[in-house]
């Protein structure tokens, strides 16, 4: 049986995707970094698709990769999303209204210098089912250096919601913030 899901890891398979930079918002302008995502930003509308942030779980947050900002694994400029990493709770929750035909972005963290990490993705289908995948990071100050994670959804199914997470493989909770920049999407 032929997978509904296709993952991706390089963001060359969105070159005629749309994108979005976090600090971009289309109601509200150029954000200020680093800003708390209220209520009132929860939303990033576009003709195509509405983006839902889910301000139900931990905190998140609206920065810049610069030194005196997030200053990991990104490049300088990126806008950037995080979500705090709490136990228990997805730390960067998406909800796609319609739904989405494919989704990706870099992945990384805040936490200890040159420590390893597993940088996650699910993507939930129209049909209810979660697909995860996983790729291994290192977290560090060299630019560009985070691993992408996409997916496409195939065989008709579409994509109606994401979570990012970042595990430390030994098992600890290394890391405060589960971080994405630039968000690729396909309508």
């Known amino acids: 049986m032929p997978s509904d899901i296709l993952p991706s890891t390089t963001p060359q398979d969105f070159a005629s995707a749309l994108w979005l930079d976090w600090l971009d918002h289309p109601q509200h ?8 995502v209220t209520k009132t930003l929860q939303h990033y509308r576009f003709e195509e698709c509405d983006i839902t942030l889910d301000i139900g779980g931990p905190p998140q947050h609206l920065s810049v990769c610069s030194t005196s900002h997030f200053n990991y694994n990104f490049d300088s ?3 950037v999303l995080l979500g705090e990493n709490v136990a228990g709770k997805l730390p960067i929750h998406l909800a796609f209204d319609p739904p989405l035909t494919a989704m990706g972005s870099h992945v990384s963290a ?33 630019r560009g250096s985070a691993p992408f994670l996409g997916a496409f959804a195939a065989n008709g199914k579409r994509i109606t919601e994401a979570w990012f997470d970042v595990v430390c493989p030994l098992n600890r909770n290394d890391f405060l913030c589960v971080a994405i920049s630039h968000f690729y999407f396909m309508p």
């Open 29 to 36: 302008g150029l954000l200020a970094a680093p800003r708390a």
């Open 110 to 142: 805040s936490g200890p210098v040159n420590c390893d990490y597993l940088s996650q993705l699910a993507v939930k289908l129209d049909d209810g089912v979660w697909h995860p995948q996983s790729r291994v990071g290192t977290l560090n100050r060299v």
């Open 77 to 79: 400029g990126d806008g």
